[in-house]
């Protein structure tokens, strides 16, 4: 069974008394351990769509499942239980809390949201602190570091509670050419080391050919479909 | 939850100043109110005490209509032998009194020899007097102290009497009265010594021994107009309040009407005025520290929410629980109120405590008050609860806001 299923997905947004459709009628399968991209024009629906995997929107009609589970319906809280259970997310701006650690960061959603032990939280934070490489910057907050760095910390904040999938929309817009790379060459290796299904969106052509599949939206629909490379 | 309130005093502390400011106001309001209400309670117990312990004793007993004329004096107004004798019983029968004394009360003409004045007079039983209103013997400033409060043939007139006929201890006096049938009797006296006045009426009054009064005003039946009644706590007035009416209802006129009437100090005295104006000035200090919290939790919690709306968005979008996003918000607040509130207690605490040391002494009418402020726990406890009450209700509003917003909306805003 595929990670995720999406069938003939739309979404309209309501723009006063207008609708505005986004979405029209997408299809698409993205098995697991895949390294995906969704590719497009401004304000071709990627986001729109991420939005909807990432269960922080509901689509208007279509069935979506990930990981099994009928998401298109789910309640506020159940959502919010699926995102911190099965999803990870990175964002364009990083979006660390400032006032956390790095180490405090990637411990948050074992915390907070997962409600771990100690001794279970610690364990886990040190591995991927360590695989994203920044277990030297551990106690410092997130204005003390870097851009790239700072992606690296939100790249273990989004793996440290062993997800099946991680979205990222537009994870390197905010990042220079080099550092961009080794964000995806991270996010790759983690892939490979922990078997996460990463799904991330860029208008980046070079970005783009990171990715080993390509979904390419024009105007909310799905026009190409492909293994890039 | 102390990983929430650890998270909640980070982000107080971000934004350090508004927090210090927001705190420090809060702080301010909590001295203000504490030191209020130790000040006007130390204040309120030193009046009611001196009114009480020199004068007029916890409650008083008089023939039924006799305070509604007190001010003339009245002869004709007295409570009889017969009633007297059961008002005695039904006071030695109460567990909560500690002591009585009965009152002769009777308007002269104090002469010098040389000018005259009038004088109210109370004419009492010396230990009797002593046992009710133990401080009439502190308000002695000139004379013997120690020895009994008034023997027969001694007087003990008010400061202004004595200044403005010039006489002084052991001088010899006339005291002349017109008894209730009309005939005129004096009495020559010693001043026996002189009575600082205090606050209220009965406040100037002169002593003498209730036998002189009863000669003076040639009573054959050993009547009284004023039975004073010392309570052993002041805890007891209203229980005792009860008990007395109870018994002194059973005392009938010859019509069948309540032959006695009981008085509480505070219907007596117009102190209790005072002391009702300081408790609404107490309640309206309150009332403005709820303001003050509330709007100033509200303020903070409305900015951090306006603030974090991104932050939200996020911690939303990676599975935080609405109740919990509720928790961090809720509990930054009352962090915010409760440490406010703990700083204004502490600094309370410190200046009742200097207070205590360096005592304030300030004059209230003729007498000298020495402030000495307490802070009654259930006070404490009261403000500090008000602090998380109000706090919390500050910050329900901004943590339901940042409970319900859409991730989506949130991450997008800038
Ligand atoms: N909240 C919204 N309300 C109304 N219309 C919206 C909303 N969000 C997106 N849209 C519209 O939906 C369409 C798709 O937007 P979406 O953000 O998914 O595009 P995108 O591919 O992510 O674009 P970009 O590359 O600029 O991020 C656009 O026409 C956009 O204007
Ligand atoms: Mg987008």
Same mark, same amino acid.
């Given at each position: 069974m595929p990670l995720i299923r999406a069938e003939n997905i739309t979404k309209n947004y309501r723009v006063g008394d207008m609708e505005v459709p986004a979405l029209k009628g997408v299809s698409f399968e993205i098995g697991e351990g895949a390294f995906a991209a969704f590719v497009?024009?401004?304000?071709?629906g990627k986001s729109t769509l991420l939005n909807l995997l990432g269960c922080l929107d509901h689509p208007t009609s279509g069935t979506l499942t990930v990981n099994g589970t009928d998401?298109?319906?789910?309640s506020r809280s159940a959502a919010a239980s699926f995102r911190g259970e099965h999803l990870g997310f990175i964002f364009q701006d990083f979006n660390?809390?400032?006032?956390?650690?790095v180490y405090e960061n990637i411990e948050y959603p074992l915390l907070m949201?997962?409600?771990?032990?100690p001794e279970k939280r610690r364990e886990r934070v040190l591995k991927v602190i360590d695989a994203v490489g920044m277990n030297e910057q551990a106690?410092?907050?997130?204005?003390?570091?870097s851009g790239g760095q700072k992606q690296r910390v939100a790249v273990a904040r989004a793996l440290v509670g062993e997800p099946k999938l991680v979205l990222a929309d537009e994870?390197?817009?905010?990042?220079d050419h080099d550092t961009a790379y080794r964000i995806l060459g991270l996010m790759k290796t983690m892939r490979d080391n922990f078997g996460t299904s990463f799904i991330f969106s860029t208008h980046d052509p070079k970005i783009m050919g990171e990715a080993e599949l390509t979904f390419t939206l024009e105007d909310g629909r799905l026009v190409q479909e492909g293994g890039a490379a | 939850m102390t990983s929430t309130l650890k998270l909640a005093a980070r982000n107080l502390l971000r934004y350090r100043r508004r927090t210090l400011l927001t705190a420090l106001l809060i702080m301010l309001g909590v001295l203000a109110l504490l030191l209020f209400v130790a000040a006007a309670g130390s204040f309120k117990q030193t009046m009611v005490g001196s009114i009480t312990d020199s004068m007029l004793g916890h409650l008083q007993v008089h023939r039924k209509g006799y305070t509604q004329s007190i001010d003339n004096l009245p002869l004709n107004l007295n409570l009889q032998p017969n009633a007297v004798g059961k008002i005695e019983l039904a006071l030695k029968a109460d &567990? $909560?009194?500690?002591a009585y004394s009965l009152r002769v009360k009777l308007g002269a003409m104090f002469s010098n020899f040389t000018e005259n004045t009038s004088i109210r007079l109370n004419g009492v039983d010396p230990a009797a007097e002593d046992a009710a209103v133990p401080a009439l013997r502190q308000r002695?400033? $000139?004379? $013997?102290?120690?020895? &009994?409060?008034v023997a027969p043939g001694k007087v003990l007139i008010p400061t202004l009497i004595a200044r403005g006929m010039k006489v002084n201890v052991g001088d010899n006096v006339v005291l002349v009265v017109t008894n209730a049938s009309g005939s005129v009797n004096g009495k020559n006296f010693v001043v026996g010594g002189i009575l600082d006045g205090v606050t209220g &009426?009965?406040?100037?009054d002169g002593y003498i021994h209730i036998d002189d009064a009863r000669e003076l005003l040639r009573m054959d039946k050993p009547e009284v107009m004023e039975v004073a009644v010392c309570l052993k706590?002041?805890?007891?007035l209203s229980a005792v309040q009860q008990r007395l009416n109870a018994a002194l209802g059973?005392?009938?006129n010859k019509e069948g009407k309540p032959a006695t009437e009981l008085h509480l100090w505070s219907d007596l005295s117009p102190f209790a005025n005072i002391v009702k104006m300081i408790d609404l000035m107490t309640l309206f200090i309150r009332i403005m520290l709820i303001a003050i919290v509330l709007v100033s939790v509200m303020n903070v919690m409305l900015m951090a929410v306006y603030e974090r709306i991104r932050e939200i968005g996020t911690l939303a979008a990676i599975g935080t629980q609405p109740g919990k996003l509720m928790a961090i918000f809720l509990s930054e607040g009352l962090l915010l109120g409760i440490v406010g509130a703990a700083a204004g207690i502490a600094l309370s605490y410190a200046l009742v405590g200097y207070l205590n040391l360096n005592p304030v002494v300030f004059a209230f009418g003729r007498e000298q008050i020495t402030l000495r402020p307490v802070l009654e726990l259930v006070e404490v406890g009261g403000v500090l609860i008000l602090a998380v009450v109000v706090s919390a209700l500050a910050s329900l509003q901004p943590a339901w806001r940042a409970a319900r917003m859409d991730p989506i909306q949130a991450l997008r805003h800038v």
């Open positions: 497009g024009p401004s304000g071709s998401i298109a319906t789910l660390l809390v400032p006032v956390l650690s949201v997962r409600g771990w032990s106690h410092k907050r997130p204005d003390q570091i994870p390197t817009a905010n990042l | &567990p $909560d009194v500690a002695i400033n $000139d004379g $013997d102290k120690t020895g &009994p409060l &009426p009965g406040g100037r706590s002041l805890k007891s059973e005392i009938r």
